[in-house]
């Protein structure tokens, strides 16, 4: 599926077809969340370790074994038993994740040496389209991680944090309890109870941005809007201004001094609180109850499949009720 069906085209399809039982159609809410993937907690060590047991325990054996060559010599059983004991270690200092780490680069460089050596050697026999990807992405984690090592303060771009999954990026969130998430950012409208993806991506974005297009698109599904209810994040003097022209209330607090009047407080108390309780809750029962928490796929299209089939599926219950 993930490979065949557009899920932009499907939400469409199911929205134009719910259109008559939405109510409040002119009222808009929107945030922003992290769906998280099934991937374990990265760190240097972890990743580099990874990469090290992908060539020489895994492809180089293999290797050696097709082709009938003799398995070059390394450290690799010696630095199992290191790392098997660091990881044990509860309280890990400093000076002994950068040992590790020093150890953990020599290895690497010289295990995608040998493989390449070796691939070169049999003209590449063996070798297939997955296991190529794979060895492209171990070299770049290898640029990465010695850059880091060599410059601990340089920012890296892209950083990537599984081999098997290298489209996966970090997300600053600056929760208190997880300040980084790992897993798709969505874009999230709500109209009526009715959730719709507005934009997906891997890559954090900053969702204010997309202010002005929610509202266009808004207004091709639905109609014109006159309320929405959005978090602080959203209320810059772009989307203030933008707002204004097209005489939408919001729940931004005014700017400058005086007081908003009475019925103005009360719409803004009310957008406030479906934004707070019904799309923010939103959040919490699709990943709790529809499959969300963790999404358990393998491969980047069927995780945006599992993605849109939980949300499209709350809206039916949704619906039904």
């Not at 410059?151 to 290298?166: E, F, G, L, M, T």
């Not at 409208?189 to 954090?204: M, R």
């Not at 602080?232 to 005086?258: C, D, L, Q, V």
Request: aromatic share 8%; proline share 2%; hydrophobic share 35%.
């Amino acid at each position: 599926m993930g490979r065949n069906v557009d899920m932009i085209e499907v939400q469409k399809v199911l929205i134009k077809a719910w259109k008559k039982e939405i109510p409040d159609k002119n009222v808009l809410l929107m945030d922003a969340t992290c769906y998280e993937v099934h991937l374990r907690f990265p760190t240097d060590v972890k990743i580099l370790w990874e990469s090290c047991g992908w060539i020489w325990e895994k492809k180089i054996s293999e290797l050696c074994k097709l082709n009938k060559l003799r398995l070059p010599r390394s450290k690799y059983k010696e630095q199992k038993i290191k790392t098997t004991t660091y990881s044990k270690i509860r309280k890990k200092t400093h000076r002994k994740t950068k040992a590790r780490k020093n150890a953990l680069l020599k290895l690497l460089a010289k295990g995608i040496e040998i493989y390449q050596d070796l691939l070169n050697q049999v003209h590449g026999r063996g070798l297939t389209e997955i296991d190529s990807k794979t060895f492209k992405t171990i070299k770049l984690v290898y640029q990465q991680q010695k850059h880091h090592f060599n410059h601990p303060n340089a920012k890296i771009k892209d950083r990537i944090v599984s081999i098997y999954k290298p489209y996966i990026r970090p997300i600053v969130r600056g929760k208190e309890n997880k300040p980084v998430e790992f897993g798709l950012k969505a874009h999230k409208l709500q109209v009526g109870g009715i959730s719709i993806l507005e934009h997906v991506s891997y890559k954090a974005f900053n969702e204010c941005k997309r202010l002005k297009t929610s509202i266009l698109k808004h207004k091709i599904i639905f109609g014109q809007c006159s309320h929405v209810g959005a978090d602080a994040i959203y209320a810059t003097n772009e989307n203030r201004k933008f707002t204004t022209k097209e005489a939408i209330i919001t729940n931004f607090i005014r700017k400058g001094k005086g007081k908003d009047d009475k019925p103005t407080k009360l719409i803004k108390a009310v957008l406030n609180k479906e934004r707070s309780t019904r799309l923010e809750g939103s959040f919490g029962n699709e990943k709790e109850h529809y499959g969300l928490k963790k999404i358990k796929a393998r491969k980047s299209e069927t995780e945006l499949v599992w993605l849109y089939f939980g949300v499209l599926t709350a809206n039916c219950v949704l619906i039904a009720k």
